[in-house]
């Protein structure tokens, strides 16, 4: 059985960083291409970046980039996407998918930006 579960989300204030996690049980974690989505509040679901087999190559939409940066650790089948200089427009639960259209998704993890 396939699952997907996404941690590390909080209260940040604005210009703070956040560490998300995205562990993957049944895939074949190293073979696939891995996403990251969020889902802001009232919004639909938006791609937010990508990250190659190997990590050979990264993908940003361009409201993130320059300040978050996705990575993926095969040996331990986890997605993660460290996000920093957080602004009250990143607020949104965040989910990860081994596909760009945002199919099969965790829970997700929720990530608030207030002061």
């Known amino acids: 059985e396939v699952q997907l579960v996404e941690s590390g989300g909080g209260l940040v204030q604005p210009g703070g960083s956040l560490r998300l996690s995205c562990a993957a049980y049944?895939?074949?974690?190293?073979?696939?291409?891995w996403n990251w989505f969020r889902q802001p509040p009232g919004k639909e679901l938006e791609w937010v970046s990508e990250i190659s087999r190997r990590g050979l190559e990264t993908y940003y939409v361009d409201s993130v980039k320059g300040r978050f940066s996705i990575s993926r650790d095969d040996a331990k089948n986890t997605l993660y996407l460290q996000m920093n200089s957080l602004k009250t427009e990143d607020t949104a639960v965040y989910y990860c998918?081994?596909?760009?259209?945002?199919?099969?998704r965790g829970q997700g993890t929720q990530v608030i930006v207030s002061s």
């Open positions: 998918s081994p596909y760009r259209t945002g199919e099969m």
């Open positions: 049944g895939f074949p974690f190293s073979m696939i291409t």
